[in-house]
């Protein structure tokens, strides 16, 4: 039986004796956090968008998806369109329809609405969110989101009814 020396196994010897800009004073597992994540100015939008809306404290929610919406021109990479998102493109198609079809469409129209929001936002996610280091930011900080304000939900569910 082998037995490793510490340095290979231990997380503790790892995060502490590499030497790099963030040095000793930010743990490994941020350090690893911010590895290899790719930064756009969809990204940042999308991470705005993420903290206004799941937060309720930063203004200009619209204005964050439309920078991520706007950077995706300047994406480097193809843009991406797989099945769910079509499926779900045609599911935003048929809301349509029938919302236009309908004899009064208030309530139908504005379920549409935000049907067509959500594709935006699928679509901005899918096109974003692309490796690995990405994916393990951006749920960090949806994470992050929520444990910044725990009883957010409580408190807007008690006053909105």
């Not at 769910?84 to 208030?106: I, K, M």
């Not at 910044?148 to 807007?156: A, E, F, H, Q």
Request: aromatic share 14%; proline share 4%.
């Amino acid at each position: 039986m082998r037995i490793a020396p510490a340095s290979a196994t231990s997380w503790v010897s790892r995060s502490t004796t590499t030497s790099s800009f963030w040095g000793p004073v930010v743990p490994g597992f941020l350090k690893e956090l911010f590895t290899g994540v790719e930064w756009s100015p969809s990204l940042l939008g999308l991470l705005y968008y993420t903290y206004a809306v799941l937060t309720y404290h930063a203004p200009g929610a619209r204005w964050a998806m439309a920078v991520a919406v706007g950077g995706l021109v300047f994406e480097v990479n193809r843009l991406r369109f797989n099945a769910v998102l079509g499926w779900f493109c045609a599911l935003v198609a048929w809301a349509w329809l029938c919302a236009l079809a309908n004899g009064s469409p208030g309530d139908a129209v504005t379920g549409a609405e935000d049907l067509t929001k959500l594709a935006v936002i699928a679509f901005v996610i899918l096109n974003t969110v692309r490796s690995s280091a990405q994916i393990r930011f951006y749920l960090a900080f949806l994470i992050g989101c929520f444990l910044l304000y725990p009883v957010r939900g409580s408190l807007v569910n008690y006053v909105g009814g």
